[in-house]
């Protein structure tokens, strides 16, 4: 595998907790913190944050606070987002719930003990030999316990003061750009046949083909009305920074018809049921197939991104004269496929760039690779329905006329019986642990 293709989980680190760790733990829970599970407020336009603040354990004391403050100040200025700020120190919050190495699991219970769907934390640690701090700031999605989106930037220790307008300027833009930026995301809607109506969480928004941007990350509902045709209500999970594909048949609805006057019942038509069976299979690979392609399209875009954190990774490298202590991970392929973390990298923001980046791409390609599983199967079962309606298809029935007498002297012609005619009594679904099919009951 090459450089660029590597992608992997999040290094895993080590450390021991204080011993004052039940100490703190006690205060906590003397101060009521809540364990509810994180609302949703997708629906209403408003997104739930936990700020926990910025850990300044590596840097001198007031500069970890003056970046927290400038935190509280610029959250006004975002009126689609709820925000939810701990009133406790980071650090002793991780020591809390053993989160000292940030990991995105651990860090998600802090999460839900704030009650929130998102929950931004970052540190501050100062660069080896230089004047200058690098701040990281993350966006961990709660539910599912994912960094999808953080930022890295290099300050001077000056501009890390309390009340300082510029320092202020700064924390506006890296919540903009954690929260607004990175929590939308866009929904192409599609119909065949194309016209209907959409409607978004209750509201008329265009009709199909149609296209929506800048949505609410969250759970949404789209209904689709086409007269004639029968409507169609699908919830949809918008994620930030990704297009998502919708794709809906809408089969004409049925007219109810009188039932014929004979007492005779009609036989179950099984071919026209199996036929409508194999559209419905035809639509879900295609929804799938689409599903595919997004995902596939998100797994290039962080392979891409991973590539370029490697290369300034290697070029960081160059530069401190330090490049040849890890020439073997940069020139292996197992330990690029694996992403195997690396001791003494762990403070490196190109490093920590292109661990994020490789942990979604993992994701997003097993993601790809099942829904073209899933896609091959629904072509499968469209296939076999298809082909079972054919074989079983009924003969349309002729129009029967009363029998009349022969004449006298005429002679008698005999109408033979009706040739034997395959139809279909029943269908079973059979599983067995090494797989599955169907029994047909067959009469003639």
């Known amino acids: 595998m090459k450089k660029g293709s590597a992608l992997m989980h999040t290094p895993r680190l080590s450390r021991s907790l204080h011993a004052h760790l039940l100490a703190l733990a006690s205060t906590l829970v003397a101060l009521g913190v809540p364990s509810a599970a994180p609302p949703a407020h997708a629906s209403t336009g408003t997104i739930t944050v936990g700020l926990l603040g910025i850990d300044g354990a590596n840097a001198p004391a007031e500069t970890g606070p003056a970046i927290t403050e400038a935190l509280r100040r ?19 919050v991780k020591l809390v719930f053993g989160c000292t190495d940030e990991k995105p699991d651990c860090m998600a219970k802090v999460g839900k003990s704030l009650s929130v769907g998102r ?4 540190s501050l640690r100062k660069q080896q030999g230089t004047g200058v701090y690098t701040v990281t700031m993350k966006q961990l999605n709660v539910a599912d316990a994912t960094v999808e989106k953080f930022i890295t930037e290099t300050v001077p220790l000056g501009l890390l003061t309390a009340g300082n307008p510029e320092l202020d300027a700064l924390v506006e833009k890296w919540l903009r750009e954690l929260l607004i930026d990175g929590l939308r995301g866009s929904l192409h809607i599609t119909s065949e046949p194309p016209g209907a109506t959409v409607q978004l969480d209750g509201a008329a928004v265009g009709v199909t083909p149609l296209s929506l941007n800048e949505l609410e990350v969250g759970e949404h509902v789209v209904k689709l009305d086409l007269p004639g045709h029968a409507s169609m209500v699908r919830p949809v999970t918008i994620r930030g920074g990704l297009i998502h594909e ?24 099984w071919s026209r049921g199996l036929r409508y069976t194999s559209y419905v299979f ?18 290039v875009g962080a392979e891409d991104r991973a590539n370029a954190y490697l290369d300034q990774l290697q070029r960081d490298l160059t530069s401190a004269g330090t490049v040849g202590n890890y020439r073997s991970f940069f020139t292996s392929s197992a330990q690029l496929s694996s992403c195997a973390p690396q001791a003494g990298l762990a403070t490196s923001a190109s490093y920590q760039g292109y661990l994020g980046e490789c942990q979604s791409g993992n994701s997003l390609a097993r993601a790809t690779t099942g829904l073209w599983i899933t896609t091959a199967s629904l072509v499968a079962l469209g296939v076999t329905s298809t082909i079972i309606s054919a074989v079983i298809r009924r003969p349309e029935p002729k129009p029967r006329h009363p029998d009349k007498p022969a004449a006298p002297g005429e002679p008698v012609e005999v109408t033979p019986p009706p040739a034997p005619r395959l139809q279909l009594d029943g ?8 797989g599955g099919g169907a029994v047909l009951s067959l009469s003639f």
């Open 246 to 269: 919708l794709t809906a048949q809408l089969p004409p609805r049925r007219i109810a018809t009188a039932k014929p006057e004979t007492g005779d019942r009609q036989p179950t038509n």
């Open 427 to 434: 269908v079973a679904p059979v599983v067995t642990p090494t």
């Open 119 to 122: 929950l931004i934390y970052g």
């Open 282 to 299: 035809y639509g879900l690979a295609a929804v799938s197939s689409l599903a595919a392609l997004g995902t596939w399209r998100g797994y």
């Open 74 to 92: 610029a959250i006004p200025k975002f009126s689609t987002v709820r925000i939810e700020m701990s009133q406790q120190d980071p650090v002793e």
